[in-house]
């Protein structure tokens, strides 16, 4: 639901550890197959999915018309951060758009500005402690710390990477989509499907946050708990029970536009597993940071880029819903914005 990191480069530099048996071995490609996305009604009640999912504002829809004062005219558009085809499939109506683009604004630019900041991502400078101390070794619920410590195995980290690893940096590697290390370095993830093609048509790039931003933000002092609410939030979907049940719901809901039946079934999921305070406050924290905060900062990026007209804002799907999403925060600055049915998703509610 973010981004795929630039952690993942380090993947070839990483030391393999003897601890393989423990690793995500249920996590095979037909594991993360999704040829036929439906709801899987096993997953939860999905009455209260709809009950929560009437409440969240602007919850229908990937594809939104956006009209400046002036009459400029761009559009916003919910990605779905994944490698798999039928995400990768776009739509013919979001393609003219992009095929007119002046400019699109991905969540953070992909592009590094100067060298030292691709060597820091190369030599991994900014994923390692300076020190290691046991007691610093971070400690997670007791169902989420096995699911963390086998993705660490599988990518090569080992088991106790988490007390060699900043744990902002640890966060950064759980929000990739395991799924995605089967076409790693050979498949864009969505968000970058949508780079290419605009790229092609001629369009500039113009990221709307720095791509440190994420690890700069969580590694300040006031966030610990919210660094720990997102390595908990993002440790839970590697269940792997739950897994490829949730993943076929959660493309289906996507294709549909049904976006917040996403978000209500998230957090459904996260009260059931936690509990219903421990689970919503770590929602809350994930989510004020996460979506609120850095869509605060999303609007001051795109504004200049919307008065202007011709950009496609391309972000994560759960970025536009809400009374915090960024349709409602689009229209706070004055601007229309409309949704643009796309073939496939259902009517607006």
């Known amino acids: 639901m973010f981004f ?13 550890t003897a601890t ?3 690793a995500q071995h249920w996590m095979t490609k037909e594991a993360c197959a999704v040829r036929d996305p439906k709801i899987d009604h096993s997953l939860t009640n999905f009455d209260r999915v709809a009950e929560q999912a009437a409440k969240i504002t602007n919850g229908t829809g990937r594809l939104w018309r956006v009209t400046s004062p002036n009459g400029a005219v ?3 558009w919910g990605t779905l951060h994944s490698t798999n085809p039928l995400i990768l499939d776009l739509p013919d109506e979001l393609r003219e758009v992009l095929a007119k683009a002046k400019v699109v604004a991905p969540e953070f630019d992909p592009v590094f500005k100067n060298r030292r900041r691709m060597e820091i991502v190369a030599q991994g400078s900014d994923l390692w402690r300076d020190l290691y101390y046991p007691d610093e070794l971070l400690k997670f619920d007791s ?3 096995p699911w963390i410590e086998s993705r660490l195995i599988s990518l090569g980290y080992g088991a106790e990477a988490a007390g ?14 395991p799924c995605d290390d089967f076409s790693w370095g050979a498949l864009p993830i969505q968000d970058d499907r949508v780079l290419l093609l605009a790229l092609d048509a001629g369009a500039e790039i113009a990221g709307l946050e720095d791509r440190f931003a994420f690890r700069r933000a969580l590694s300040k002092a006031d966030m610990a708990e919210t660094l720990d609410a997102v390595i908990q939030v993002y440790g839970t979907y590697l269940d792997p029970a739950r897994f490829q049940a949730t993943r076929n719901t959660s493309f289906a809901f996507y294709l549909q536009g049904r976006i917040a039946e996403m978000i209500a079934m998230e957090r459904i999921n996260m009260a059931e597993f936690f509990g219903l305070e421990k689970g919503n406050r770590f929602l809350q924290l994930v ?3 996460m979506l609120y905060e ?8 795109a504004k200049p880029l919307l008065d202007a007209g011709g950009a496609v804002i391309s972000v994560g799907c759960f970025h536009l819903p809400g009374e915090n999403g960024l349709v409602a925060l689009f229209r706070s600055e004055g601007l229309l914005v409309e949704r643009v049915f796309v073939k496939g998703e259902v009517a607006l509610r």
């Open 4 to 16: 795929r990191p630039s952690a993942i480069v380090l993947l070839t530099l990483l030391v393999l």
């Open 20 to 22: 393989g048996a423990r």
């Open 74 to 76: 761009s559009h916003l």
């Open 143 to 145: 169902r989420v710390q």
């Open 164 to 177: 060699f690893l900043k744990a902002p940096a640890l966060a950064e590697i759980l929000l990739a989509d």
């Open 287 to 289: 989510d004020d940071y």
């Open 294 to 301: 850095r869509n605060l900062d999303f609007v001051t990026a």
